[in-house]
């Protein structure tokens, strides 16, 4: 996921991040297997943050000074749809989220395939325009 437009000064607080992973674990029913690390860059404010899941991770990395926040769940096993737009809007005054969704291959007969969100920039077509 990519949210542009956000509030720099929520994409500086630790606390804000924290809140948003707990509601998208508990929502998703993930399962950490340890404590989720965090990093504060000094200059911009700018956050990473990686919790490692039974299911893989869900990772995040903030840009105060570009108003962003791009957010990776990758997951082993499919998961209900969340509502990572009205979430990341909320949280972070975003005026535009882009959620993208790959299915991926995990058997020789499976093809790999991206799954269009609604409002969402569809790569696929990008990818076939080169």
Known sequence: MDAH???PE?????????DLFARIISGLNLRPIGETRWHQFPN???ITGLCLLAESHLACHTFP???SLCL???????RERWDFER???AAFGASSVSVR???????E???????????AHDLAQESQRG
């Open 5 to 7: 437009g956000c509030a």
């Open 10 to 18: 929520r994409l500086r607080n630790p606390e804000m991040l924290r």
């Open 44 to 46: 911009s404010g700018g």
């Open 65 to 67: 000074e570009f108003g």
């Open 72 to 78: 990776n769940l990758f997951c082993c096993v499919p």
């Open 87 to 89: 979430e990341l809007t």
């Open 101 to 107: 969704t790959v299915v991926r291959q995990y058997s």
């Open 109 to 119: 007969t499976e093809e790999l395939r991206l799954e269009p969100v609604a409002g």
